[in-house]
């Protein structure tokens, strides 16, 4: 297997395990403040890794954070996060998520720029094929590009940026340790939230087992995710995020009974060519 394909099957399975996440999120959300619940997460999720670090004999903390790329790359998370949750917040659901599935055609523009990739246009074309289909899927309306919207725009090159610093990242920084980090800025970013809305509650019991299974499966997406970063072209690993949408609609047909509609199952065939096209396509040389 290549290290392309390598790199697409991590980031299909991050994108699989992070729509668990999502679904065990909005589910909590309805119990206590997403600050709080987004904080929570991230202090636990800081503790796996950090116990993942010392068993194997790692630092939890490599020196290597207070380097000018990681404090870049911790900076893009908090603001990836931060700016994202406001926008959910404070604009339309389908607005947000449509402006969030930009982050790979930001990902592909750095990739050429900090990289040196290669990018044909076969490659930008199918790019935009993807964008295409999670746009059907969403089918944003016109009323939802309020001014707000400025939020998830921010977000998302908060995202894309984080993902270029974790190529950039260095060979020497573990996975567990890079964990460690990325949750310790969630965790930031959590409280920050927290701090504006207020209204912490103690957790039922029931959210605490939520919390639980999200903090599994975000640790198992997040180490999944910076190996697909690490192994693969930034170009042709990163599309494949689209394919949250595909797990999102098995997600809610499994368990909340919906039933896609016509629009939604174009987008989603749409989304899996344009990201067989971009793995297989020929590079321009």
Known sequence: MTDNARGAVF????MAAFAVEDMAIKAVTADIPVGQAVAIFGLAGLLVFALVARRESEPVIHPAVISPLMLVRSACEIAGRLFFALALALTPLS????ILQATPLVVALGGVLFFGEIVGWRRWLAIGVGFVGVLVIIRPGLD???PASIFAVLGTLGFAGRDLATRGSPVTMSTAQLGVLGFAMLTVAGTVLLAISGGATWPSVTT???LATA??????????LTKGMRVGEVSVVSPFRYSRLLFAIVLGVLIFQERPDLMTL???ITIIASG?????????R
Not at 11 to 14: L, V
Not at 95 to 98: D, E, K, L, V, W
């Open 276 to 284: 067989t096209v971009l793995l297989h396509g020929n590079r321009a």
């Open 11 to 14: 980031m299909t399975a991050a």
């Open 95 to 98: 607005s947000a998520s449509a």
């Open 266 to 268: 174009v987008g989603s």
């Open 215 to 224: 903090t599994v499966v975000g640790v198992l997406a997040y180490g999944a």
């Open 144 to 146: 939802g590009f309020q």
């Open 208 to 210: 605490w087992a939520l």
